[in-house]
C-alpha cells in the first residue's frame, strides 16, 4: 500500500492547489493519501477524488508540550465535530501572528505583519508566510535564512504560548472521531529519554498513532522509531510532509516503507 498521511496544500503553507495535488499524489502512485493542512480543514472544500485514490480527511494541529511546540495529525476526522478546535486555532494564530510580527519589528525595524497576511491569501499566517515576506523585504537570502536567523526553533519569531496543550489537541480529534497521529518525531531533535516522555504523554492523553516515515530519513531513525513505536503500542504512520514540488521536502509517496514488524494506522479504519 502506497500511503501519504501528511501533506500541505495551499490551504495553509503548501504551494499547490488541493486539486492539484490530489492529482499529483496519483500520478505518483500513491492509493491511500491525506491532506493535512496546519490548523484548517479548507483544503477539503469542493474536491474531485479521482478513482484509484482513497483520499482521509485529515489536519495537523499545532500543541504545546512542557516548552516543546508539537504537531499531532489527526487522520479519519468528521468535518463539522473540528470547527470549534479549528476556530480556536484560528484564533491563536491570528494573536500569534501579531506577537510575531511584533518582535520581528524589534528586530529588524520593519513592519512584516501586512506583507505576511499578503503572502498567507486565504489560508492563516504562519512562519513561513513571515519567511516569505522578510524575503521580499530583503532582510534574508531565503526562507531557510529566515528560519535560520529569526524563525527557527529558539529564535525571536518561535512563539509557542498560544497553542493548546497537547492533551487538549489530542481530545479535539478524538471527539471527531479521528486518530491522533505523534508527527515528525525526529524534527524536535529531542534525546531519546525526552521522546520518550512525550510518547508516555502523549499515550496517556490517547494518542493512538506516530510518523514512524517522515519523508526521507535516516534509516537508523526509521528503526528507531519503529522499535518506540512497537514498544508503546503505538499505530505507525507515514507521510512525505509535502508542502511543494521543490526544496527540502520530499516528493509525495516517495521514502522507504514502514517497516515489517509495524502496525501501520490504516488497519484502525
Ligand atoms: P507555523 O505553522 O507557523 O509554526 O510554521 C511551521 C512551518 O514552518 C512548518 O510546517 C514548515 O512548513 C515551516 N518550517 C519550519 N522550519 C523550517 C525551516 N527551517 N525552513 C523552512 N521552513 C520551515
Ligand atoms: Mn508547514
Ligand atoms: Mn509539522
Ligand atoms: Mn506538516
Known sequence: MRADLHTHTTASDGALQPQTLIDRALEQGVELL???????LDGYRSLSVPEGLTLIRGI????RWQKSGIHVVGLNVRGEAMDGA?????????DRAAQIADRLHRATGVDLLEAARTEA??????????????????LVGDAADAFRRYLGRGKVGDIRQHWPGLGRVVGWIRDAGGIAVL???????????????????F??????AME????????????????????FGLLASCG??????????????????????????????
Not at 499515550?203 to 493512538?208: Q, R, Y
Open 34 to 40: 491525506s491532506i493535512t493542512d496546519h490548523d484548517t
Open 60 to 63: 495537523e494541529l499545532s500543541s
Open 86 to 94: 479549528i476556530a480556536n486555532q484560528k484564533r491563536a494564530r491570528a
Open 121 to 138: 491569501g486565504h489560508s492563516q499566517v504562519g512562519r513561513p508566510h513571515f519567511a516569505r515576506a522578510m524575503v521580499a523585504a530583503g
Open 183 to 201: 508527527a515528525h518525531p525526529a524534527r524536535y531533535r529531542m534525546t531519546a529519554t525526552r521522546l520518550k516522555k512525550l510518547l508516555t504523554s
Open 203 to 208: 499515550k496517556a492523553v490517547g494518542g493512538e
Open 212 to 231: 514512524v516515515v517522515s519523508g526521507t530519513q535516516n534509516p537508523q531513525v526509521t528503526q528507531n522509531l519503529a522499535d518506540m513505536c512497537e514498544a
Open 240 to 269: 512525505s510532509d509535502f508542502h511543494q514540488p521543490a526544496g527540502p521536502w520530499s516528493e509525495l509517496g516517495r521514502y522507504a516503507p514502514l517497516p515489517d514488524h509495524c502496525r501501520p494506522v490504516w488497519d484502525a479504519w
